[in-house]
């Protein structure tokens, strides 16, 4: 009989139930391409409300069962899944989720004796076929793998215990194949299986070889001597950054080897006091961090659920337990356990999982009561002995150190997001000269929370600043050098210095940063932003035209109206810090509606595709139409990302308006007293022309202060140029004299000196913009709408 193929599906899905891969044994199952389904909530292809496949990511590290999916084609399909939890060295978490697709028949069972020796033998046993796909495991193997035959059957090694050890069994199992001589590996594949593992070719009566016997020792579950954690198990214990990871890990590690149950309760809040384990006994709030049995087992029956509160009794004993602050030992006849396990819903797990022995063991971390650990035994095991309570606390230590560093991580990273984001804007300034959409993504690493940031300012004469910068390293001290950055861009900005100019003087402030904090901490990397890149863009919508210098920073797009997307070639100036190196700016003039988009580097940092790839992904999910700016924030982030970033992003996309002439009103006026009635005038006229009459008096009489002063103080030529922006309107007046005006308190007998300080008292907003040759002195004030 021929043998039809065997494949396997396999899709990854990330914390936030968003697939972000998707194989193609996944296509050839569901039919569904990967573009179709990847940066999608994965629930979205269920075909029915599954409670199993709803319930599995919330509180275990893997998960099996079967659950109905939807074909492209309509079909529903029931499916039997394995699903793993992982995390990655950078600290990002996924799952995932494979199953076996296969239309082989089950290879005939052998004869009865043959039979029974492969399932009662004392060692576990995996029979894998040519194609490295389990086909049989017997009782003591899915014991150790706390999985059933049915959930492996199909699958290869590497996806029922994903890892580096299975990658490596897989290949001797290929030698094996291919050679028909046995092969021995010193790994181990998972906890409750031996360090040493051979594989036997299984050679049919012609000496072909057909399959490979996987067969390894497995320690004695109920001798305390060979459960003595080994160095690998018990490194395993603690060191990672999530606590809900790590109490799990704890699980992981004791079932089933020392025992049948655990659940892991903690305290919501630590007490004040470290060297205080726990008040006096009274009702204590907990809550689960982990729930894990043998065999497996969850749902109502089993109770609280990871991640939900349970309020502990006074009489309880987790509550006992964390005020004596050492391990206690009980039978589960015992009356106070009784009424516990019978009130109490926290305590369902002991009643569901037929345990007849309990030990429950404090949480302890320098002094400090972190929460309770209760392990549970079956009635087919001996109850716990003063050995095992001995290791059950060698392993609680482990993860309580764990735990602990993992909140000491949560809150650090906490602060800091909480830094950045206060550091960041809450709400674009309103300005008319573009439309603006941003996004901002922290980084999902162990390093925590980068640097980036963007900003929006308003300018003089109805111009905009963008800013987009990427602060180097990660954590508190980026966010701290961050806000002050922003802030002096801030600074430098309100007082109109052109874009070369600000950057030049933001490389100072950088390297006087350094130097301050070099000499506090010589040991600190990066102090003070060195290596900080920075991106400098003012559009004028009166001219059209955009004036930008970069730090370093990588270039902007441009997405002009008939659909022409390109890069600005924007001088590469060296990033911040560096000192001496001059800084170019580069200006266009921009067609209204072009689209500009300012981003950081770690929107192209992925680990799946190059950076051609990714800018190639980047110019299309730009350059196709979209109903809104937020919409295409969305859509290039969705294309470029099939995980939670390793690097902060910072994104800003803006759609460029203009002001045509119908609202810039401008006159040549001569250096003569004699033009100050004149411009009044002027102004008179275009205020009645645009409607705005009620604000005439005030418009003219700043007017006739900033001709004034013009005549008096500056040189030729002058110019007068009014400009009406939404609610906004600006009264300019241009001489080409470098001279700045001051305003200042004229004495009580003094002729002149009270110009500007009218001008401040009747303006909202009023400055000096220094040209390349001359100033403009401007004034703003707010007037109804027309």
Not at 331 to 360: E, N
Not at 618 to 643: K, N, W
Request: charged share 25%; hydrophobic share 40%; net charge negative.
């Amino acid at each position: 009989m021929e043998r039809q193929s065997t494949y396997t599906a396999t899709a990854t899905i990330d914390e936030h139930g968003i697939l972000t891969s998707w194989s193609e044994g996944a296509r050839r199952l569901l039919g569904y391409d990967s573009s179709a389904v990847v940066g999608r909530p994965a629930s979205a292809l269920l075909a029915a409300e599954s409670a199993a496949a709803r319930r599995a990511p919330a509180g275990q590290e893997r998960w099996n069962g079967t659950v109905p999916l939807r074909h492209r084609d309509g079909r529903s399909l029931e499916l039997g899944v394995l699903a793993h939890r992982r995390t990655s060295d950078t600290g990002i978490t996924e799952w995932l989720v494979v199953s076996a697709v296969t239309a082989r028949s089950q290879p005939p069972r052998g004869e009865p004796l043959e039979e029974w020796t492969f399932l009662q033998s004392p060692f576990p046993l995996a029979i894998f076929d040519a194609d490295l796909r389990l086909v049989r495991a017997n009782r003591r193997m899915e014991h150790a793998l706390a999985l059933p035959e049915a959930a492996m059957r199909g699958l290869s090694l590497a996806h029922i215990v994903p890892g580096a050890a299975s990658e490596e069994t897989n290949h001797s199992m290929r030698l094996a194949l291919e050679s028909g001589r046995p092969q021995e590996v010193r790994l181990r594949l998972g906890p409750g299986l031996g360090h040493a593992t051979v594989l036997t070719p299984l050679k049919d009566a012609d000496g072909s070889v057909r399959a490979v016997c996987l067969s390894t020792q497995q320690p004695a579950q109920d001798s305390a001597a060979r459960q003595r954690p080994s160095g690998e198990t018990a490194s395993r214990v603690g060191t990672v950054a999530d606590q809900a990871r790590a109490a799990q890990e704890l699980g992981e590690v004791t079932v089933p080897r020392l025992a049948d149950v655990i659940a892991v309760d903690l305290l919501d809040s630590l007490p004040t006091d470290a060297e205080e384990p726990v008040p006096q006994p009274g009702p204590v709030v907990l809550r689960r961090a982990a729930l894990r049995a043998f065999p497996a087992g969850d749902g109502p029956a089993y109770g609280t659920g990871v991640g939900e509160a349970i309020v502990c009794p006074a009489d309880s004993p987790p509550v006992h337990c964390l005020a004596a602050g050492r391990p206690l030992l009980y039978d589960t006849t015992d009356p106070a356990v009784v009424a516990w396990a019978a009130l109490d819903p926290g305590a369902a797990w002991l009643r569901a999982s037929g345990a007849h022995s309990l030990l429950a063991v404090p949480l302890l971390a320098q002094g400090g009561t972190l929460g309770v650990a209760l392990f549970g035994r079956h009635r087919g095991r001996e109850p716990f002995g003063p050995e095992d309570l001995r290791l059950a606390e060698e392993f609680t230590a482990k993860a309580a150190i764990g735990i602990q560093q993992a909140r000491a991580h949560s809150r650090a990273r906490t602060t800091t997001m909480a830094l950045q984001r206060s550091l960041l804007p809450h709400k674009l300034p309103d300005q008319g000269a573009l439309e603006i959409a941003t996004r901002y993504l922290p980084a999902a690493t162990r390093a925590g929370v980068g640097g980036d940031w963007f900003d929006v300012i308003p300018l003089s004469g109805a111009r905009v600043a963008l800013v987009v910068g990427d602060v180097v390293g990660h954590g508190m001290r980026a966010s701290a050098t961050m806000g002050r950055l922003r802030t002096a861009v801030r600074t430098l900005a309100d007082v109109d210095l052109p874009a070369d100019e600000l950057l030049t003087h933001l490389d100072d402030l950088v390297l006087r940063l350094a130097a301050d904090e070099g000499s506090a901490d010589p040991s600190a990397e990066t102090a003070g932003g060195i290596g900080t890149t920075c991106l400098y863009a003012v559009y004028d919508p009166v001219s059209r035209r955009c004036t930008l210098a970069r730090a370093g920073h990588p270039p902007p797009a441009v997405v002009t109206p008939d659909g022409t997307v390109r890069f600005l070639d924007v001088p590469a100036g060296p990033p911040l810090g560096l000192g001496g190196l001059p800084f170019e700016v580069f200006e266009t003039k921009l067609p209204e509606g072009s689209l500009l988009a300012l981003y950081t580097d770690g929107l192209f940092e992925a680990r799946d595709h190059d950076i051609d790839e990714a800018l190639d992904k980047m110019f299309r999910a730009l350059g196709r139409p979209a109903t809104s700016l937020d919409s295409v924030c969305d859509r290039v982030l969705t294309e470029l990302l099939t995980h939670r970033p390793d690097d902060d992003i910072a994104l800003l996309v803006a759609r460029t308006r203009a002001l045509h002439e119908d609202r810039v009103a401008s006159w040549e006026l001569d250096n003569a007293p004699t033009v100050v009635s004149l411009a009044r005038h002027y102004a008179g006229d275009q205020l009645s022309a645009w409607g705005l009459d009620e604000a005439a008096f005030t418009t003219e009489l700043m007017v006739s202060e900033l001709v004034t002063n013009a005549i008096r103080y500056g040189r030729p030529p002058i110019q007068l140029r009014l400009i009406h922006h939404d609610t906004k309107l600006i009264c300019e007046v241009y001489d080409s004299s470098g001279t700045t005006p001051h305003m200042r308190r004229a004495r009580i007998f003094d002729e002149g000196g009270r110009g500007l300080l009218l001008v401040a008292q009747l303006a909202e907003r009023w400055g000096t913009r220094h040209d390349r040759v001359g100033k403009t002195v401007w004034a703003e004030q707010s007037v109804a709408p027309v």
